[in-house]
């Protein structure tokens, strides 16, 4: 995820979930995601967001029909996360933000807005000294067996498991100079949750 705090005192964390298997590469599942987040944010006393939670409506419903989300979909999202990032960053909140951010750029928009976005956010508070966000990306792996058998478990979410290969297909599993760690779901939570905080110190 992605020692401790957020802005200028040290990263805040970001999941995301995939495979890192060598010849499949992994996609976001939430069900595992959600719970490690919500969790490790309880441990810490930083506020927890989950990603899901602010796609717009006609993301949504795509998803619901099976159909892929592109970049023209995704940029704005990611863009709403980045300005609530950098709002809490600013007010010296540390956060927990479990997020698919299944490419690079996804995840630069994350810390960095616009400036490197192919597609741009709205820029807000111009003239004022830009807060820097830190991120450490948690990357949660699994083989897409493992994930695809939690998402058909999965009740009351917008999308469908059959979506999972898109995920996977899109994916760009996190590398240097990101600043990153890599933990393999078949971990129990307590053993994911020391390992994150251990690198948080």
């Known amino acids: 995820m992605e020692g401790l705090g957020a802005g200028t005192r040290g990263p805040l964390p970001c999941l995301r979930w995939g495979s890192a298997s060598a010849q499949r590469r992994g996609a976001p599942g939430k069900e595992r995601r959600s719970t490690v987040g919500a969790l490790l944010a309880s441990e810490l006393g930083w506020k927890f967001y989950d990603a899901d939670d602010y796609h717009p409506e006609e993301n949504r419903m795509k998803m619901q029909k099976g159909i892929p989300l592109n970049d023209e979909d995704r940029i704005p999202w990611l863009c709403k996360l980045h300005d609530i990032l950098r709002r809490d960053v600013a007010s010296g ?109």
Request: aromatic residues 4%; charged residues 25%; hydrophobic residues 40%.
């Open 93 to 201: 909140q540390h956060v927990v933000l479990a997020c698919s951010a299944l490419k690079k750029a996804y995840r630069d928009i994350l810390i960095q807005g616009k400036d490197d976005a192919p597609l741009q956010c709205d820029q807000s508070g111009k003239g004022e000294k830009p807060v820097e966000v830190k991120l450490l990306v948690v990357h949660l792996t699994g083989s897409f067996d493992i994930i695809s058998g939690r998402l058909l478990r999965r009740k009351d979410h917008f999308m469908p498991p059959e979506l999972l290969q898109s995920q996977f297909d899109t994916l760009e599993t996190p590398s240097a100079p990101e600043n990153f760690i890599q933990i393999n779901v078949d971990k129990n939570l307590s053993e994911i949750i020391a390992t994150i905080m251990e690198t948080l110190k």
